[in-house]
Every structure is written in C-alpha cells, then in structure tokens.
C-alpha cells in the first residue's frame, strides 16, 4: 500500500530543505516532480527539480485529466502528473509532493487518505530574514510572498500535521516520525496482522 505525503509551506520556510533530508534518510519514499511552465532557476534541473514545459502544453494535459492536482501561482502553472503515483505503487514505496495550499486541496479531494503536513518558520521576521538571505528576489517579490504566506498560513487547519520549522535536524526527525507513524497504521498492516492471527487460529492447545 501506497502513503501519499502532502507537505506544504510558504516560500522561505525551508520546505526544499527538510524534505531533501528526508528523502535521504527514507529509501522507501519516492519523490514526486512536478511539471510547471515557469523556466528554470539557477542550477535547477529538468526532471530534478521540475519538468519544463509551456504553458501550451501544460493546457493540453489539462484537458487530457492528465494531473491529480495543478494551480496556477504567479501566472505560471504547475502540477502533479498521475504516472508518479502509479510508479510509486509499482515499486511498492511512499509517495512525498511538495505543492503548495491550493493544490493540497484538490488532491486530498480526490486522495483523502493523502496525509498532509504543513511546515511553519517560526515567526514573519524569521521567513523574511529568509527570503532576504536567499537574494533571489525583488523587494517587490519579497513583500509579495509574505503577504501570499500570512494567507497560506490561515489555511493550516486543512492540515493533518504542522512542522515548524526552527532547527533543521529537529524537524526532519519529526516528518521521519510523522512517516513511520502513518505506516503503522491498521490499514497498512492488515497484510502483516492476518498471517499472525492465523497462528492463534491454527494452534491447538496440548494437553
């Protein structure tokens, strides 16, 4: 069986981070790529960080009910394809996206057993100190994304989990937890209970 992890977070908040460590420390999860239009930024990848596509295109598969999930954020589209799923139950693993508010919306729609973990800094000043140190954007972009964040932020109860996010290694210890917990869970393990009950079932007590 195959656990989807939604984990969402304002720009800035170290999201990339985290789930970067977390997928080194986790063989069994796999992470999903997501198409968008926008161009590549720095030392960004095709097929690492994104698959690049127009927008032309990314409106095609649209119309083919080709994503799970998709939105539009700074007039550039960006989604989820549904062949990574299907890959991941293939290989038997955990699936991890990282998409924002309004695409974990639409996907625990169609995924309600998707478990959903938003990740927090601490506080405005320390996103903003943040973004600042990253001098990837404009004054103007900065004072955008902290107005996009205090309203991503109001969205947190959709969320299964909050991470806040102050020390790194702290925070990726609790999303390892939050995983192995999830696949504890008794709809995971019925595969694995039902051998050990017909143990007890097929055992006759001795005289």
């Known amino acids: 069986m195959t656990t989807v992890f ?21 063989p069994q999860l796999v992470f999903s790529v997501s198409f968008t239009t926008r161009p590549p930024r720095g030392v960004e990848l095709e097929g690492k960080d994104y698959h690049y596509i127009s927008r032309e295109e990314f409106e095609k598969r649209l119309l083919n009910d080709e994503f799970l999930e998709h939105a539009e954020v700074f007039g550039n589209y960006y989604g989820t394809h549904r062949n990574i799923l299907d890959k991941a139950r293939s290989q038997g693993k955990d699936l991890v996206l990282d998409i924002d508010v309004q695409g ?18 601490p506080s405005r000043r320390e996103l903003e100190e943040r973004l ?18 205090a309203e991503e932020i109001r969205q947190y109860r ?12 702290t925070s990726v210890d609790t999303l390892a937890a939050i995983v192995r917990a999830e696949r504890a869970r008794r709809s995971r393990m019925e595969n694995e209970i039902r051998p050990i009950l017909e143990t007890f079932e097929t055992y006759k007590m001795r005289p």
């Open 104 to 121: 974990a919306r639409q996907l625990k729609d169609r995924l309600p057993d998707a478990v959903s973990i938003f990740i927090l800094a």
């Open 132 to 149: 600042r140190s990253r001098s990837e954007d404009s004054q103007e972009v900065i004072e955008r994304r902290l107005r996009d964040a």
């Open 6 to 26: 939604i984990i969402s977070a304002p720009s800035g908040s170290g999201k990339s981070t985290l789930v970067s460590r977390l997928l080194q420390r986790d």
């Open 158 to 169: 959709q969320y299964d989990y909050i991470v806040i996010n102050r020390q790194v290694e």
